[in-house]
């Protein structure tokens, strides 16, 4: 029998032997990928995507972020020169084409351009916003919508006036209010369900009809306050938050502060 013809037996670790070969030969893999290198391709695939995409997205979002500020900021310096020429604003973006500007610029994302100003000694152009990219949202207030920027606005100020002048800010309306710098005509009303106000040493907090506030004391235990009894107040000269009156039992935790309807 020839050598090719000699039977091969298989031997430990997948090695063939070829009797008279002199020795094992490799056997070799027709079958493929294991299941197990398919997966680490799959993973590794994976990892790539989870890296790559993101950046992907950020990078247009961050172009087109700029592209459209670019627009605005043409059309901006076009009405400027608009009103120079006619000592009138321009009445819109249409009416700045051909003269002003090539042709109507569009955001990337398909934003809409709308002015969102009035020009002011300190700031001559309008302002061009974006429903995509820039449309910033009027403060409630002169100090900001939230409690903690409006309570924080007031203590700051109040403290301001005591380190400037010595004694602290009067204590009746609306000296209370025009000795921090506001018109007390902006806090008539009660703003997202609560009222502030400054006097003294003190930043009261009530809520307003319909509404109760609670908060937690330093014990753990939830105070309820309704519209029409005393106050949650700030008080410089502790510097802490209390629950209708200062006292220590009274020290409320501020940031535990809930507004909600009034249960009928």
């Known amino acids: 029998m020839s050598q090719s013809r000699r039977a091969r037996t298989c031997g430990p670790l997948g090695w063939a032997w070829s009797p008279g070969s002199g020795g094992p030969a490799m056997k070799h893999r027709d079958e493929g990928f294991t299941l197990v290198e398919l997966m680490t391709v799959v993973l590794i695939l994976g990892v790539l995507v989870m890296i790559a995409v993101p950046a992907f997205v950020n990078s247009r979002r961050a172009a087109a972020e700029t592209a459209c500020l670019a627009n605005r900021a043409v059309v901006s310096k076009a009405d400027f020169s608009y009103y120079l020429q006619s000592g009138t604003w321009s009445p819109g973006i249409a009416s700045l084409v051909g003269s002003w500007i090539k042709s109507t610029p ?15 000694a300190e700031q001559p ?13 009027k403060s409630l207030t002169p100090l900001g919508s939230t409690f903690s920027e409006i309570s924080r606005g007031m203590i700051e100020r109040m403290l301001a006036y005591y380190a400037k002048n010595g004694r602290w800010p009067s204590s009746r309306p609306p000296a209370s209010y025009t000795d921090l710098g506001l018109t007390a005509a902006d806090w008539a009303k009660a703003v997202e369900h609560l009222n502030y106000t400054p006097g003294g040493t003190k930043v009261s907090v009530t809520p307003e009809k319909g509404y109760v506030i609670t908060v937690v004391d330093v014990k753990g235990k939830t105070r309820t306050l309704k519209a029409g009894e005393q106050d949650i107040f700030y008080d410089a000269k502790t510097a802490k938050w209390y629950y209708k009156e200062v006292n220590k039992g009274n020290v409320v935790d501020i940031a535990t502060i809930q507004v909600q309807p009034a249960k009928k």
């Open 106 to 120: 569009t955001c990337p994302e398909s934003g809409v351009y709308t002015w969102i100003d009035e020009p002011t």
């Open 125 to 137: 152009l309008r302002t061009l916003g974006c429903s995509v990219h820039y449309f910033p949202v």
